[in-house]
């Protein structure tokens, strides 16, 4: 299956440079551009593409808010974004997370990369350039620690809100696994076990969790700091 996606930055040779490397990608096709915000929430909404990439800053709404509207919370059917910029600073990677983003890559990424990240949305996996993940990740631990942010309404400032349920043991590896990135193939790998009873686990945390993608469920397991004593980001 194609892969449908909108391509949305204020610079015009950003976004012709974009258009025509995933045009190159087997499997992406670029639908619609946008040269603002609005622009990008209007054509989102009236094309469905699969993947919007926007760009952070953008005149009229910037890309956080343009993907707030279109996968924030309170939206019955998000959107799949993933946000692109040049700027490599922590507050803009949790503000585009927090507002629904399932990717998160910086504009020296590569193509390859770039093409994984569109895959990776538009199969509900969600992909952040490795650059920052460590970094990332020690930054939504000292969040969770603070109370101050993060996802399933702990951005409250309260402690991050308990499951309806109670987590399994295998339950608890595939969330640390999540948390790390791990896509559905390599976390079978990982823990042994098939790959649709890997798809199972994570629609069970989803549905304990609150959560409704794979990032609010990593954003989960970094403010409960379950990624301590497993092993840090580089794994077990």
């Known amino acids: 299956m194609t892969v449908r996606v909108l391509v949305a930055d204020d610079q015009e040779i950003v976004r012709t440079g974009l258009t025509m490397i995933l045009r190159a990608q087997p499997g992406i096709t670029v639908i619609g551009q946008a040269a603002d915000g609005h622009r990008a929430v209007e054509l989102a909404r009236s094309l469905r593409p699969d993947v919007c990439l926007f760009d952070i800053r953008m005149p009229g709404i910037d890309g956080i808010e343009a993907t707030r509207r279109l996968a924030g919370p309170q939206v019955a059917d998000p959107s799949a974004v993933v946000v692109i910029t040049t700027f490599d600073l922590d507050e803009y990677v949790h503000a585009a997370l927090k507002a629904g983003a399932r990717g998160f890559l910086l504009k020296d990424a590569g193509p390859e990369l770039l093409a994984q990240a569109v895959h990776a949305a ?89 959560a409704r993608n794979r990032v609010e469920i990593a954003m989960w397991a970094y403010e409960t700091r379950r990624l301590e004593g497993s092993g840090g980001p580089g794994g077990r």
């Open 122 to 210: 538009a199969a509900g996996d969600a992909l952040i350039a490795p650059s920052i993940t460590a970094r990332l990740l020690a930054a939504f631990a000292d969040a969770g620690a603070a109370g101050a942010g993060g996802a399933g309404g702990a951005g409250s400032g309260g402690a991050p809100p308990q499951p309806v349920e109670a987590l399994t043991h295998r339950e608890e590896d595939v969330l640390v696994a999540v948390a790390r990135g791990r896509t559905n193939a390599e976390i079978a790998a990982e823990l042994y076990i098939s790959l649709s009873t890997v798809k199972t686990h994570i629609a069970r945390l989803m549905q304990k969790l609150g």
